[in-house]
C-alpha cells in the first residue's frame, strides 16, 4: 500500500508532528480540494487537528492492501478515523471483519464510506445515503416529482449509484420512475437484493444493462421532461470518459448532476454544451462533495452539524475552490 502524508496543517506544521490526525482513503488524495479545504474547517469546528493523510491505493487493489490499511487505522492511536471514496465496496469486500460494528446500510450495500474510532471500538458506516439526499435537495424544487412527473435516470450501479437510488426510495415525493444503469448484469443484481431486503416499492426501480454508451442514451432521450440525470459512474474523474456518446440528448429542462467535481468531467461538459438549447440544469459534485466530507468528519469528531454551520463550512470551501 502507498501512503502519501498531505502537508495540509494550518500553522505549517508537518503531518507527521501532529498528535492526531484524519484519514482519507482514494486514488489521487492530493489532488482533492479537501486537502486545503480541511485546516480552514478544522478552525472553524474546532478540531483537535489541522492535518489530514492521504492513503492512496490503486483501483485495482488486492484485499491485503485494504486491511492493512484498516488495521493501520484501527491500531495507530493518533489515527482519528477517514472518509473512504472510491474504495467503499472494496474496503467493506475485504476487511468488514476488522470493524466491531457496522451500520444497516453498510451492511446492505457492503460499502464503508466513514471509517470512526470510539476508544477501542473500530465503527464502519455508508453515509451517502445521507449525503446524497442533502445534495439532491440543494438543487431539486420541493414536490419536483409529484408536480412534473419527472423521473430519474441513474448511470451506473456502484456506491454512489445505490446510495441515490436508496434516497429516492425514501423520499415522500418518489419520482415516477427511477432506472439505474450498468455495464453487466451481476452489479445490477446485487442492486435489485439490496432494495428487496431494504422493502423498496416493487416496480419503483428498473434495473438495466447498458453494455454501450449509445444504451445508455437510449435511455436519457427516452426520460421525461424535468428528469434528473446522474452520472454516477466515476467516469470523467477515477477514469476519462462519459457513460454517454457524443450524441445523446439530455431530455427537455432535465437536471444532469454530474457527481464529480474535479477530472475530466466529459458528462458535465455534454450537459453544458446542451444546456442553452435543451433548459437544462447542470449541476457538478461540489456541493455533493461539502455533504460528503462535513458529514464525515462529524462522525471522525463526534459532532451535531446544523445547516447553519454547514453553509460556514461551504463558504470557506468555495474561498479555496
Known amino acids: 500500500m502507498t501512503t502519501t502524508a498531505d502537508t495540509v496543517h494550518a500553522d505549517g506544521a508537518s503531518a507527521a508532528a501532529s498528535a492526531d490526525y484524519m484519514g482519507f482513503v482514494g486514488v489521487t488524495t492530493a489532488s482533492s480540494s479537501i486537502m486545503k479545504v480541511f485546516p480552514l474547517w478544522a478552525e472553524i469546528l474546532g478540531l483537535p487537528t489541522r492535518t489530514l493523510l492521504g492513503h492512496d491505493l490503486p483501483m ?119 432506472t439505474v444503469t450498468a455495464r453487466t448484469q451481476d452489479k445490477l443484481d446485487h442492486l435489485r437484493e439490496v432494495h428487496r431486503q431494504h422493502g423498496t416499492r416493487e416496480g419503483l426501480i428498473e434495473y438495466v444493462v447498458t453494455a454501450s454508451p449509445a ?59 446542451q444546456a442553452a438549447a435543451h433548459g437544462l440544469h447542470v449541476i457538478d459534485g461540489w456541493r455533493y462533495f461539502i455533504h460528503g466530507w462535513s458529514q464525515v468528519v462529524a462522525d471522525v469528531f463526534e459532532l451535531d452539524l446544523t445547516p447553519e454551520v454547514v453553509e460556514r463550512l461551504a463558504e470557506a470551501a468555495e474561498s479555496v475552490r
Open 60 to 178: 485495482d487493489a488486492e484485499p491485503a492492501q485494504y486491511r492493512a490499511m484498516v488495521e493501520q487505522i484501527r491500531d495507530d492511536p493518533h489515527h482519528r478515523g477517514a472518509l473512504v471514496t472510491t474504495h467503499k465496496m472494496n474496503v467493506y469486500a475485504a476487511a468488514s471483519d476488522l470493524f466491531d460494528e457496522l451500520d444497516p446500510f453498510a451492511v446492505s450495500c457492503s460499502e464503508i464510506s466513514s471509517i470512526s474510532k470510539r476508544g477501542r471500538v473500530l465503527s464502519g458506516r455508508a453515509k451517502d445515503p445521507i449525503t446524497v439526499d442533502l445534495a439532491l435537495n440543494d438543487f431539486l424544487p420541493a414536490d419536483h416529482f409529484t408536480s412534473t412527473g419527472a423521473a430519474v435516470v441513474i448511470l451506473g450501479a456502484g456506491g454512489s449509484g445505490t446510495a441515490l437510488s436508496w434516497a429516492l426510495a425514501e423520499r415522500e415525493d418518489a419520482p415516477s420512475k427511477i
Open 215 to 273: 444504451e445508455a442514451d437510449a435511455l436519457v432521450a427516452a426520460a421525461p421532461p424535468g428528469s434528473v440525470i446522474a452520472n454516477a459512474t466515476g467516469l470523467g474523474k477515477d477514469r476519462p470518459g462519459s457513460p454517454l456518446s457524443e450524441t445523446a440528448v439530455f431530455p427537455e429542462g432535465a437536471y444532469a448532476w454530474e457527481f464529480n467535481y474535479r477530472g475530466s468531467l466529459e458528462f458535465l461538459h455534454q450537459a453544458q454544451a
